[in-house]
């Protein structure tokens, strides 16, 4: 039993370059939640998920897009990396609204 | 103002001491209050979960709510080295269409 995994770990894109972020979870959670971490920010909600086929906007969501086409999987995509974008990203995932267990995040660096 | 104000620290110890950790929050419609710890390069856990206010104690964890100074705590007994992570406060309200409000975190560091 895995948990949360992210995928990948690290990350150093060039500016206007694009990735996917991957997260996937084997405990079956509906709700999957793709988060930044800012030193002084704490966390910050970029786009979550209550389904598969189902997602919606953060309290940051400008710049990324996000997919769930798989109850286990969320991905999160940077279609042009911006060095603002440089932060680690958390994946979590719930059963509804209760406790969130979060993965081991992925650090990104945007040159 | 953020909903949510939590000192960043460092907030630093000498082992065995009572750590006491606190949140602030402006919205009365809170009612899930959640204690994460964090470790160093490490995703964020739960420690504690409490619903409206009073106590709650697991072990050397004590978390503590007063909804009417709309003020959250968290206590550390007998502390040590291995608690040193920064310890970050979340919550929200009943209706299930709200996410989770976030501190930014304070970093606690036990001295051997």
């Known amino acids: 039993n895995a948990g949360v995994t992210q995928t990948p770990k690290f990350r150093v894109l060039k500016t206007g370059q694009s990735m996917t972020l991957l997260c996937a979870q084997d405990m079956n959670h509906e709700y999957m939640y793709w988060y930044r971490q800012d030193p002084g920010m704490g966390l910050r909600l970029i786009h979550y998920s209550v389904g598969e086929g189902t997602t919606a906007k953060g309290e940051v969501p400008d710049g990324y897009n996000v997919s769930r086409l798989k109850k286990q999987n969320f991905l999160l995509g940077l279609e042009s990396a911006a060095p603002s974008q440089t932060s680690v990203y958390f994946c979590?995932?719930?059963?509804?609204?209760?406790?969130?267990?979060f993965g081991p995040g992925t650090r990104l660096t945007v040159l | 103002q953020k909903e949510v104000e939590q000192d960043p620290g460092p907030l630093s110890v000498p082992e065995g001491a009572i750590v006491s950790l606190n949140c602030t929050y402006s919205?009365?419609?809170?009612?899930?209050f959640m204690w994460y710890r964090q470790y160093s390069r490490k995703g964020p856990e739960l420690l504690m979960y409490t619903y409206s206010s009073g106590n709650k104690e697991d072990g050397r964890f004590t978390a503590q709510v007063d909804k009417s100074s709309k003020y959250i705590s968290l206590f550390i007994r007998d502390s040590q080295p291995s608690d040193s992570a920064t310890y970050l406060c979340?919550?929200?309200?009943?209706?299930?269409?709200?996410?989770?409000?976030w501190g930014a975190g304070t970093k606690l560091i036990i001295k051997p």
């Open positions: 979590a995932s719930s059963q509804q609204q209760g406790t969130q267990y």
């Open positions: 979340a919550m929200r309200g009943i209706d299930p269409r709200y996410q989770l409000i």
């Open positions: 919205n009365s419609a809170f009612q899930y």
